[in-house]
């Protein structure tokens, strides 16, 4: 008996008929959450950056400005991420989603630098990926329930062109989310 997937083509297939129905009225703007959601991963970093900041010099001004900047990320990302049912972990999920792709794009844009191409576009894709991921669990396409019954080859890392639950997703998000469309 084949174990069930996640996410349900049926459903998928009505989300995105939906969301392309709501664009075409103006009633759903992706790619302004797509915004906020880089804004968030930014604002990730900058904690980050306030943390190491207080560590290595001892000021503690460092660690009252990461302090602020986590509740301006919490509001904010309040904005993307639904109520959750599941305790804090659609909430903890998505934080560090965000942020993985985030320093994924970062190690990604330094090996672009040093002339390592294959190695960036890999590291921009898996970027992409969590991206993708972190917007499955917030537009509901994935049901956190059911992950633990992914089988092994939904998330085959060696396919050349991603299939099961990394590649539907991301190409999902290609389909729903055009931020060159004002």
Not at 30 to 35: I, V, Y
Not at 146 to 151: P, R
């Amino acid at each position: 008996m084949k174990k069930q997937s996640p996410m349900d083509i049926s459903k998928i297939e009505a989300f995105v008929a939906k969301a392309q129905s709501l664009k075409k009225q103006n009633k759903l703007d992706l790619s302004s959450d797509q915004d906020l959601s880089i804004a968030l991963m930014n604002l990730i970093s900058i904690e980050e950056h306030f943390f190491f900041s207080g560590a290595k010099t001892g000021n503690t001004k460092y660690y009252d400005l990461l302090s602020e900047i986590r509740t301006m990320r919490k509001d904010l990302l309040k904005k993307l991420v639904p109520e959750y049912t599941d305790g804090s972990e659609r909430w903890c999920i998505s934080k560090h989603l965000l942020a993985a792709s985030m320093r994924l794009m970062e190690v990604g844009t330094k090996q672009l630098d040093l002339g390592n191409k294959e190695s960036a576009h890999d590291l921009f894709q898996k970027a992409y990926d969590l991206h993708s991921l972190f917007w499955g669990i917030n537009l509901n396409l994935v049901d956190l329930n059911q992950v633990k019954n992914i089988d092994s080859e939904a998330l085959n890392t060696s396919d050349s062109e991603k299939q099961g639950l990394r590649g539907t997703l991301s190409k999902i998000m290609h389909k729903l989310i055009d931020c060159c469309l004002e």
